[in-house]
């Protein structure tokens, strides 16, 4: 009887295990899942800056992105100085930057690196591809973070480049502030059956 009951407890410990594994495979998936549906716009921070490394994981997460042909076709500009966060504040209001962020991620196309002719646009995909991976990494480390528009908007590019000296072939896209959240912004409900169609039209 009693090596009966230790062969039982054996068997459940095992099948635990191994039932375990498969759910912490799952979890994974579900905790990058849930990360992505539970990312907003944050768009207040605290005094607290990010630190250096996540500031470099933020770079890696924006790096590992795709991009058309593998071209890379960008450069990202790491801005923590207090000058220049309050020139980019004052002057381009649309960025949230005045709303004391600590660093902003400045994801800029670099037009030496993109394709020839018709393809050269592909890098406006590129660095949406590598801000949306910042975004999402941000989140996932408690962070929060907005889209900020530049590109097509002249007139913030051209004072961007002004406070930033950035050489001409290098375009923003946008800014993205990152910091610890000051507000709880609520998820937004997007799911929509009339955004979806399946086959022809
Ligand atoms: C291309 C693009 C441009 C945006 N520009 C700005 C901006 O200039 N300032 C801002 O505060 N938010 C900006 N946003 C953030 C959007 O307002 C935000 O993503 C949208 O309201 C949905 O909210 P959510 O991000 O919380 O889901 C931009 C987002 C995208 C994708």
């Given at each position: 009887m009693k090596k009966f009951i230790l062969c039982a407890i054996a068997a459940t410990c095992l099948l635990s295990c191994q039932c375990g594994q498969g759910k912490k495979e799952q979890s994974a998936s579900q905790t990058v899942i849930e990360n992505?549906?539970?990312?907003v716009s944050v768009?207040?921070?605290?005094?607290?800056?990010?630190?250096?490394?996540?500031i470099q994981t933020?770079?890696?997460?924006?790096?590992a992105a795709p991009s058309a042909v593998n071209k890379q076709p960008w450069l990202f500009c790491v801005v923590d100085d207090a000058e220049l966060l309050r020139q980019i504040g004052e002057q381009l209001p649309n960025t949230r930057v005045q709303?004391?962020?600590?660093?902003?991620?400045v994801m800029c196309g670099d037009?030496?690196?993109?394709?020839?002719?018709?393809?050269?646009?592909?890098?406006?995909?590129?660095v949406s591809a590598a801000t949306e991976n910042l975004l999402l990494a941000a989140h996932s480390m408690g962070l929060g973070a907005v889209w900020c528009a530049m590109q097509p908007s002249e007139e913030?590019?051209?004072?961007?480049?002004?406070?930033?000296?950035?050489?001409s072939y290098l375009v923003p896209l946008c800014v993205v502030p990152v910091g610890y959240p000051a507000e709880q912004p609520a998820v937004k409900d997007k799911w929509n059956t009339e955004n979806i169609h399946y086959n022809a039209f």
């Open positions: 992505i549906k539970t990312r768009r207040q921070f605290t005094d607290q800056k990010p630190s250096d490394e996540q933020l770079l890696e997460c924006a790096m709303n004391n962020a600590q660093v902003c991620f037009l030496r690196k993109t394709l020839e002719g018709e393809g050269q646009e592909f890098w406006i995909h590129d913030r590019i051209g004072k961007l480049r002004n406070i930033l000296s950035m050489p």
